[in-house]
């Protein structure tokens, strides 16, 4: 079946410092990949809807400048979490949905665990 | 607008016991309803689907009906094992938008 890979799984940093999470679709082509914050007790906000080759869809109060979201090929996307803060620990977890048959289902990576110090 | 329902947790069983959680939507058109279980530290997983109004969505012993008329799609399953404790979310597909409920855990002791 369809699997993503999101990397890295954990990653600790210092306040101010940048990271970048992948995701990656690894047996099929995602014309559109969604990036999630999952928060304590569970919750799960949507933050983007990435495109290939286009600008993401952020949703409402999600800072664009903040949360860079870039989709270059049809197997990668990438959140770039800018001068991270310690407001932003949290778990971000990568879906893609196959294009190439519009499958209707949406495969998730295993998430990635940020903590900022 | 279309929206997701599910019943709050957490949800305590003990082994071999029934379990149901519910799921509601709202949405025009003619939906396609998922569940999706996170185990713990772990990304979500597709569980069970439906398409169709009164098709039946199973898995590992987890099944649910698309109910149209009450729209529902309840997720049940007659023994739960202690493996299964998990958070579990109710999911719907609606044009190119999937929508989420905010999960449900779940905590099976043996």
């Known amino acids: 079946g369809a699997v993503v890979s999101q990397h890295p799984s954990w990653v600790i940093c210092k306040s101010g410092t940048s990271v970048k999470i992948e995701c990656r679709s690894l047996?099929?082509?995602?014309?559109?990949m969604f990036w999630y914050r999952q928060f304590p007790k569970q919750s799960l906000m949507l933050m983007a809807t990435s495109n290939e080759g286009s600008k993401a869809t952020y949703e409402q109060g999600v800072e664009k400048d903040k949360f860079l979201i870039n989709h270059a090929s049809l197997t990668l996307s990438t959140l770039t979490v800018t001068s991270a803060h310690p407001e932003d620990s949290s778990f971000y977890i990568c879906?893609?949905?196959?294009?190439?048959?519009?499958?209707?289902?949406?495969?998730f990576g295993a998430g990635s665990r940020l903590t900022v110090l | 607008g279309d929206s997701v329902t599910q019943m709050e947790g957490p949800v305590t069983l003990s082994e071999e016991a029934f379990l149901t959680i519910n799921c509601t939507y709202t949405?025009?058109?003619?939906?396609?309803l998922f569940w999706y279980v996170q185990y713990p530290g772990e990304g979500l997983q597709l569980l069970l689907k439906?398409?169709?109004?009164?098709d039946k969505g199973s898995n590992k012993g987890f099944e649910a009906t698309y109910r149209k008329e009450t729209t529902s799609f309840h997720l049940e399953k007659g023994s739960v094992q202690v493996s299964d404790s998990a958070v579990y979310f109710c999911?719907?597909?609606?044009?190119?938008?999937?929508?989420f409920g905010t999960g449900t855990s779940l905590t099976v002791i043996p």
């Open positions: 439906a398409t169709k109004a009164d």
């Open positions: 879906s893609a949905r196959e294009g190439s048959t519009g499958a209707n289902v949406l495969t």
């Open positions: 949405a025009t058109g003619y939906p396609s």
């Open positions: 047996d099929f082509q995602a014309t559109t």
């Open positions: 999911a719907l597909l609606t044009g190119n938008q999937f929508y």
